[in-house]
Every structure is written in C-alpha cells, then in structure tokens.
C-alpha cells in the first residue's frame, strides 16, 4: 500500500502549503492514520479547524474530498446506497410480458443501484479522503453502518454481495462533542482533539489567512478573542468567526482596535444577543486589558 506522507514533518509541511497550521500532535495522528491505515476521530469545540483538516488533507494528496454530512434521521438509504424504484418500477411495466425471474434478477443490478457517500467511497479507485462531518449528530443505532466499513473497508449489499475497497481511503469521522460515540465506533479509530488554538497560533493563522492585514492588527486580533473567549459565553467565537472578524477590520481599513471599534464590530464575533452584551460591557470597563495598548 503506498502512503501519502513520508513522515510526520512533511505532513505539518504540506498542510502549511495549504494554509493549515498543523500542530505536532495534529501532524502525528495523520501521519500515524495514513501508515496504520485507521480513521480519525477529530472532536473539539465547533469552528476549530476539523473540517478543515479533512479538506486541506484532500487538497495536499490531490485526493477526491466524498462528504457525509451527518444529522438526526440520516438512515442506510442516504449514507449508504438504495435503489432507483422509479427506474425499477419503470422496467418492471416495460417487461410486463416478460419472465419474472429474469426481471426481478435485473431490477437489483448495477444499472440501478444509487451509490450514497459511503459506499461511493469503498468503491472508488482513486485516491479518496472521506469525511464523515459531525458524527455525533447520528443516532447511536445509526453509527452500526460505520462499523464494517472502518473495519475491513468493505460494504455488504444483500442483492448484489459484497463490496470490498480497493484502495483504503483516509476517513475523518468530525464530532462537537453534543454526546459520548460508541465504544465501538472509537475502537476502530485514532483520536484527536482540536482545541481553540493558543495566541501565537491563531495569531499565525490571522497572517496566512487574511489578506492585506498587518502583524500588529493580527496580533490585536489574536489577543481580544482569546480575551473575550474568557468570558462566560453560550458560544465562544470559532477560529471561523476570528478570521471574519479580521477580514471585517480590513476592509473598514483599521490598523488598531480600540474599545468602540470592537464595540461596533463584536457582532462579527459573536452571533448571540447575551454574549454581545457581555463582550460590549468588558471592553467598556477593561479597555486597557481586552484591548491593550501599545499592541
């Protein structure tokens, strides 16, 4: 089996190229999934990069990116496959005056079998990375139709038999942590955790990621957020939500942030009513330690 990083540094290095700021631990589980053949559970506040890494690690590889969004419902005939009953229905009143036997063994054939991402992925001969984005929304039942297929990478189809991969694609399985996955779905997979990133480092993913801002204004930027992620909030801002809040600050062509430019731009960062009045009243009463200056 070829693998797609020769060791733990090329991988943080091809990241980089994609504008992906990988840490070592975050580095070492890819590396380690991609040698081991194993999925990766990726779990950690929402807007903290696990999607991201799952799309960057398909840009990198010049793998083909397949999606499972996952939500509450989602069964077999939308994450797996099921059949084209129109199609089969219109067959079966085409061969009216046909034999049964010779129908019915058609109508359950490759011609009308509707491939849905999990399936799609087992059987693709190119290079696939497969995200499985917010898993933890599945139904516990629901998460049985991962187990054979990060297991032995194979589907079983009762019509037709089963279907074994031919190239083990990288599986990224994204959780926010809204509820405990399986002991068996964890079993077949290495785990990592993604947390809010550190000043330095969302400081360095300001820089790569907005265009036209300067060091200082990322510096502030870096500084404020993880300031206002101090506070007790229903929704700290996301890295998503920071970058956003940077572009927002360029494009109003400010180079410093003081208490009423974030004043008035806070909603960028912030999406609930509470929070906002919250973040509001501390820079008002803290400007000099949510907004410092000289920075």
Known sequence: ???????????????????????????????????????IIV???????????AKCVAEVTGARLIRLQCYEGLDESKALYEWNYKKQLLRIQTEADSDWSEIEDDLFSEEFLLARPLLEAIRAEDPVVLLVDEVDRLEIETEALLLEILSEYQVSIPELGTVVATQVPLVFLTSNATRELSEALKRRCLYLYIDYPDLERERQIVESKVEGINENLADQVARIVRSVRQLDLKKHPSVSETLDWARTLVLLGIDKVDDQTATETVNILLKYRTDIDKAVKEFADNPDELVPEGV
Do not use: C, Q
């Open 1 to 39: 089996m070829s693998h797609r990083f020769e060791d733990v540094a090329s991988v943080r290095t091809m990241l980089a190229e994609a504008k992906y700021l990988a840490d070592e631990g975050i580095a070492g589980i890819v590396y380690l999934a991609d040698r081991l053949g194993k999925p």
């Open 43 to 53: 779990e950690g506040p929402a807007g903290t990069g696990k999607t991201e890494l």
